[in-house]
């Protein structure tokens, strides 16, 4: 886009911030700000800095899905029925709709629950008349079982057995999952619950298959 959206409200005096500029020669920089004025150069091209005025920090820029980010997490998928047992008993079940397995990070917290019950009671993989996944959970009167899954923070990237250092823990989370499913119930959903801190064995029935990862 060539230099024009680069020009700063000083750039009349060779790109130089006021506060760098020789007292002797207003136009060019002092000996102690060559640096700087690169700095600058820098801090507009990348867009930001870092608060001691330095360059971008990269923990400002982390791709989603970095297990250091704040963001919980569900694997959602859609089905024709889905069932969770605990001991040979069936605590709960659904028909058609979503299963979504969910997880929980240190700093999620209220606003994460009700963030992602939004984005589950809109998600647009249902069917339509013509077969294309248009319309969400709540369009086809469907509902969702809620499993909560600490493994999905899982990390294998220093070797094969993985650590679960960015799953919350039990006292944190269990409140978070509780929240999602109270908002999504608030919102007309019908849900059903695994047991947390508890061996859980689901069985569930995958149309498509479709299955999606959510992060908010």
Not at 139 to 149: E, F, R
Not at 164 to 179: D, F, K, V
Request: aromatic share 4%; with cysteine; net charge positive.
């Amino acid at each position: 886009h060539g230099d024009r959206g680069l020009r700063a409200p000083w750039s009349g005096a060779g790109g130089i911030p006021p506060a760098h500029r020789s007292a002797a020669c207003p136009g060019t920089p002092s000996r102690r700000c060559g640096g700087a004025r690169w700095r600058w150069i820098a801090v507009l091209l990348l867009g930001a800095s870092d608060k001691s005025g330095g360059m971008p920090s990269r923990s400002r820029h982390r791709r989603k899905g970095d297990l250091g980010s704040a963001m919980m997490r569900a694997l959602v998928q859609r089905v024709s029925s889905a069932s969770v047992a605990v001991d040979g008993e069936v605590v709960g079940s659904i028909g058609l709709g979503l299963c979504a397995f969910v997880g929980v990070t240190h700093e999620d917290g209220p606003d994460h629950a009700d963030r992602l019950a939004g984005r589950l009671a809109g998600l647009r993989i249902m069917d339509d008349a013509d077969g294309v996944m248009n319309l969400s959970v709540a369009d086809v009167g469907g509902s969702i079982l809620v499993v909560s899954q600490f493994t999905l923070y899982g990390d294998t990237s220093k070797g094969r057995r993985p650590t679960w250092s960015a799953a919350a823990q039990p006292e944190h989370a269990e409140p978070l999952i509780q929240r999602l499913a109270d908002a999504l119930k608030e919102g007309g959903i019908e849900v059903a619950m695994g047991r947390f801190r508890a061996d859980m064995v689901v069985d569930l029935r995958n149309e498509g298959p479709a299955t999606l990862m959510l992060e908010v």
